[in-house]
């Protein structure tokens, strides 16, 4: 599959505690882009590298960070969980640095803060 | 500030009827918008943005930048079509494209 790949699919943690969510994007992209969707507030920017470097940055809380490796592929980081922190977090891919072409996303990691 | 407002949650309409679904911006320079489409337990995908002017599945979208309005049209809507639909605006020299809260757009027999 050279679509967008995230692992876990579904995690389910405590409150305090930290986790990271992987992502390989699309063959030949060297964007990667995250999402949170949670219920009320919608799909919101995270963070943006491309080819390794920190490219554009949303409301990301500073419990949270992430990094592109050199293979490309990146790591969403969440410590000191939050019951609030519970979302839906998707990772994006394009070829260049902007949004011209459109992303391709993957399916999504479920988190679960209980 | 940059915004993208989808004014409908949800969207009912019958087979064969036209469907528009809304999409509002906020933004002062020159905006780049798409439309993304979510079918059950499917991720997320691009179903079209302006720039290419195209027409994909029987949907088109035209920019308005008087309304500033991307509304997304199609003049009979198939069961098929049933699904979530996202706008989104991207701006500036970054990816960060910034989504509507989608409509959920729901085609009956």
């Known amino acids: 599959d050279s679509g967008v790949t995230q692992t876990p699919k579904h995690l389910i943690t405590a409150t305090g505690q930290r986790v990271t969510l992987r992502c390989s994007p699309r063959?030949?992209?060297?964007?990667v882009y995250w999402y949170q969707q949670s219920l009320d507030q919608g799909l919101q920017f995270l963070i943006q590298?491309?080819?390794?470097?920190?490219?554009a940055k949303g409301n990301i809380l500073e419990r949270f960070s992430a990094q592109q490796f050199p293979d490309l592929h990146s790591e969403l980081n969440l410590s000191s969980l939050e019951l609030g922190d519970s979302a839906l977090y998707f990772c994006a891919s394009s070829v260049v640095s902007k949004a011209y072409y459109g992303y391709t996303f993957g399916s999504g990691t479920r988190l679960t803060v209980v | 500030a940059q915004r993208v407002t989808q004014p409908e949650k949800l969207l009912s309409v019958f087979k064969g009827a036209p469907v528009e679904l809304k999409c509002n911006y906020s933004?002062?320079?020159?905006?780049?918008l798409f439309w993304y489409v979510q079918y059950s337990r499917q991720r997320l995908q691009l179903l079209l943005r302006?720039?290419s002017r195209e027409s994909i599945k029987g949907f088109t979208a035209d920019l308005n930048k008087g309304e500033t309005s991307f509304h997304l049209k199609k003049p009979f809507a198939q069961e098929e079509d049933s699904a979530m639909y996202y706008c989104?605006?991207?701006?500036?020299?970054?990816?960060?494209?910034?989504f509507g809260q989608g409509t959920t757009l729901q085609v009956k027999p």
């Open positions: 302006h720039i």
């Open positions: 063959s030949g992209d060297l964007s």
């Open positions: 590298y491309y080819n390794g470097e920190e490219r």
């Open positions: 933004y002062s320079g020159s905006p780049e």
């Open positions: 989104a605006l991207g701006s500036g020299n970054t990816g960060k494209l910034i």
